[in-house]
């Protein structure tokens, strides 16, 4: 294989918006919307025909996520009890979407870290959970608005591991010799399809956006990540939930509208993709022919500290620390395909030549994706 059909990662980018909540302040406004609702259906809870709502805390979401904050793009009517939900004012179609405008902003980093210009991409990949449409792509969005005249740009949904399978994508396309320069964009307002009344995920989400600069070889700068391998797995399950979509209009009485928002069986989830992860590193680790030693760090999917350590430690047959496991989970709670990306972007300057990592991603499907990479200069 010749350096023109070697794909490595040239650099990343992260937008982070202003605002944050923390734990504190959400459950100030949960257990406000609690007792409001309960005295509102007081006779109704009193004769039995509907369950007291229970308050939240600072404990419970701790002790069951490690979460801490979330950045938000909307923060005060996520907050006000009568509303629980952000207020993103819909633009008109010659303004830039708001997924765009933060894809755009993830990307210009990623370009500017690579000392790179727009016309030396030959593709932009919009990969994430939520799209704000179904189409023009928001890829193609993100091409114009960079001011890329050349080239392509598609938009890709695989959930929480949209990420990875992006960059699989992205990395084949070097390989064919399809493409040179490839940007994998991951605009993430998981705000927007949360439940913030629900008291087992209200704390789970946040906002952001993150961008991956794919290269073959031959182009990219002397320090740069080698993509060693990939491999991507999906196993159907309903666990995790969303059925928005624009079907919804043809049947109007729904019978249930929570289930247009993110829903899932958390225990199970838990319970099926710890094992389905970990095994699938291990047996690509062998694939390989590296060794569980070799590996330096894990970016893995920032979605709950309990599965993250679980999935570190039968990987590498103990206890991961903070410098082998890193979490931004504590700050930016899960934001779905970005997560992975963003404790890459956050914690990988300090590795040295040679240093082998895995970026990994898992979520709703289920899926999971992993990408081994180790660092060149």
Not at 42 to 48: K, L, V, Y
Request: overall charge negative; some cysteine; aromatic content about 6%.
């Amino acid at each position: 294989m010749t350096d023109s059909s070697i794909p490595v990662i040239t650099a990343t980018g992260l937008f982070t918006p202003d605002d944050s909540i923390s734990n504190e302040e959400l459950v100030a406004s949960f257990n406000a919307y609690v007792d409001l609702a309960n005295r509102e259906n007081a006779e109704a809870i009193a004769a039995g025909e509907m369950e007291e709502l229970q308050h939240s805390s600072v404990e419970f979401i701790e002790k069951a996520s490690g979460i801490k904050s979330r950045f938000v793009l909307s923060k005060d009517p996520i907050l006000d009890p009568e509303i629980m939900c952000p207020r993103l004012p819909e633009r008109p179609n010659e303004e830039i979407s708001v997924l765009a405008e933060i894809g755009v902003k993830a990307a210009e980093q990623a370009l500017e870290r690579a000392e790179r210009k727009p016309e030396d991409v030959d593709a932009v990949l919009c990969a994430c959970s939520n799209l704000q449409r179904a189409y023009p792509a928001i890829a193609v969005e993100i091409q114009d608005a960079l001011g890329m005249r050349d080239g392509f740009g598609f938009d890709m949904n695989v959930a929480c591991s949209s990420a990875t399978f992006g960059i699989q994508t992205a990395a084949d396309y070097i390989r064919s010799g399809s493409a040179r320069s490839v940007l994998v964009i991951n605009p993430e307002i998981c705000s927007g399809h949360l439940n913030w009344r629900d008291r087992d995920s209200h704390f789970i989400f946040g906002d952001v956006a993150t961008a991956i600069l794919i290269e073959a070889k031959d182009i990219a700068p002397a320090q740069h990540w080698e993509i060693v391998g990939t491999k991507l797995k999906t196993q159907f399950s309903n666990n995790i939930r969303n059925n928005f979509g624009f079907l919804n209009r043809t049947h109007p009485e729904s019978r249930d509208d929570r289930d247009k928002l993110f829903v899932q069986e958390g225990r199970k989830v838990f319970k099926e993709v710890v094992p389905m992860v970990a095994t699938m590193i291990n047996e690509q680790i062998e694939r390989l022919g590296l060794e569980t030693t070799e590996l330096r760090r894990l970016w893995l999917h920032q979605a709950n500290a309990g599965m993250n350590r679980l999935i570190a430690q039968r990987v590498l047959g103990h206890e991961a620390s903070d410098d082998e496991s890193p979490t931004v989970l504590d700050t930016y709670a899960n934001t779905s395909s970005a997560g992975s990306i963003i404790a890459f972007h956050k914690h990988s300057d300090d590795l040295a030549e040679g240093d082998l990592g895995l970026i990994c991603s898992f979520g709703a499907g289920y899926s999971a994706g992993t990408v081994f990479v180790r660092k060149h200069g």
